[in-house]
């Protein structure tokens, strides 16, 4: 496969994981972002997939900048154990324009080499099933949120939360 067109399907997934979760945040009706997701509050479950989703688009840890997202999702001062206060959902929404942005970036700029190498965190699989891991993670949360506020919301209409097949519909 021509690594130009695996480049386009990861973009194309990241986009829609992305796209699909800044939905599932953006519905989440206020009232219910403090209410848990199994056992942490939606602001957090929102935090920690965004977070992840921005530290594995990076090349590793030290590539990795914690810009005003991160250092306002985790709060300061920031204690070992203690529960980031995760972000309004204003801000959750900017930090997924923010991914899908980053997004774009990355994929444009990683050459066959670059996918084919060392993942820069360890794990051992190469750097395009890094993204692959990634993709994954976002949509296990989606799911997660998605479903909370279906069940918090019966009621809740079906528009607003769609299934986006590739690429995105919000973010330009």
């Given amino acids: 496969m021509h690594d130009a067109l695996i480049n386009q399907v990861l973009l194309g997934q990241y986009e829609a994981a992305l796209s699909m979760l800044r939905d599932s945040i953006a519905s989440c009706p206020a009232e219910h972002w403090e209410t848990k997701v199994a056992n942490d509050p939606a602001r957090f479950v929102a935090f920690h997939t965004l977070y992840w989703a921005d530290i594995y688009l990076s090349r590793n840890m030290d590539a990795f900048d914690s810009h005003e997202f991160v250092m306002e999702g985790r709060g300061q001062p920031f204690t070992e154990g203690q529960m980031p206060p995760g ?64 069940r918090l919301v019966p009621e809740f209409p079906e528009e607003g939360m769609d299934w986006i097949d590739s690429g995105t519909i919000h973010v330009d």
Avoid at 99 to 126: H, M, W, Y
């Fill in 87 to 150: 972000l309004p959902q204003p801000r959750a929404i900017e930090y997924a324009d923010f991914c899908i942005s980053k997004a774009r970036t990355v994929l444009t700029g990683e050459s066959q080499a670059d996918l084919a190498g060392d993942n820069g965190f360890g794990r051992p699989f190469s750097r395009a099933e890094m993204h692959v891991y990634n993709i994954r993670h976002i949509q296990h949360h989606t799911g997660a949120l998605s479903a909370h506020i279906r």
